[in-house]
């Protein structure tokens, strides 16, 4: 009988922790660090490797993700022994997807000529705004023109490029992101992710703005006008959203992300990255010690991971809402059933249909347009909170 991991796929994430500076939006775990260890590290990557193997044998890695921090700053010499050993470990699929994070400073045509030799298949680049005065704004260390031109470098080194943009900056008019996602379109891209401006706890612009100092924020309605433009304007170009923020041409969506989505099993490798699995029809949450040097020093001992997490059927039911009705293809109520041991709540369906919310579809469950603006609520709804 086939396990519930199984409906969404098995993947494998990798986590670089260094940057060459922090974001003042980001708080992903990233860190700056003078000297890094390369050998030290590509050894304990591989280390883990064998670790996690030795619990999955036999699986079909679908999916593998470089990401940080910013990967494109490892040694290509380092991914590509990451990607041989995963291969060695692991049944992997036919269109097996390896993607790798890149910051538009650090692309350099020699360095992707040697990650496509390594074995990556997919670029996702983080160039988040197209104007000199905003990038400076959040914090890159890159230009506009650097960021175009290493778009053009990724493209010719990968058939398969994304990159992300951050709108409802502060001060962006309509009129700007309009401009904006308009050039970003033009260029020859499968996929974009697109993500509102969020201000978080524990950043540079979470301090500021808690200090008053972070000025010029877009309102409710703003907000919500540049979602609705973003939708439209992508849906013209043949890349609607696949996924509330990320947007593509067909055959082109992130299949590791949809791994995600669809709450698959996943292996979390390097400083603070997480997973989940399922071993012996059990799901486990797993984490890793966030701070570099205390990972490092942990996969010498077998002490990287944190103690595991047991998932409840209700832990379960409601991570697979959460994840799952951000697709536009929705989730498989019976699915949610079989996780809870119970069916969502008949009466909250109907009221969130009633207000418009979400439809039903061939047997899924499917958030709206006007639904996805208030996603949260709508998942806070069907999970009883």
Known sequence: MAEDWQQGGFGLYVHWPFCESKCPYCDFNSHVSARIDHDAWRRAYLSELHRAAAETPGRVLRSVYFGGGTP???????????????????????????????????????????YRQAGISRVSMGIQALNDADLRRLGRLHSTDEALKAFDIARSAFDRVSFDLIYARQDQTLAEWEAELTRALSLAIDHLSLYQLTIEQGTAFGDRYKAGRLRGLPDEDLGADMFALTQEACGAHGMPAYEVSNHARDDAQSRHNLVYWRY?????????????????????????????????????TNEAELPRTALTPEDQAAEFLLMGLRLKEGIDPVRYAALAG????????????????????????????????????????????
Do not use: C
């Open 342 to 385: 119970r069916p969502l709540d008949p009466v909250t369906l109907s009221d969130l249909r009633d207000l418009g919310m979400i439809s039903d579809q061939e047997d899924r469950i499917i958030v709206s347009e006007q639904g996805f603006m208030l996603l949260n609520a709508v998942i806070s709804r069907l999970v009883g909170v």
């Open 72 to 114: 494109s700053l490892m040694q290509p010499e380092t991914v590509a022994e990451i990607i041989a050993e995963l291969r060695r470990l692991w049944p992997v699929a036919n269109d097996l997807e390896i993607t790798l994070e890149a910051n538009p400073g650090s692309v350099e045509a020699g360095r992707f000529a040697a």
């Open 264 to 300: 698959g099993d996943y292996i979390g490798i390097g400083p603070g990255a997480h997973g989940r699995l399922t071993l012996d029809g059990r799901r486990v949450a797993t984490e890793a010690r966030r701070m570099p040097k205390a990972w490092l020093d942990g996969v010498a």
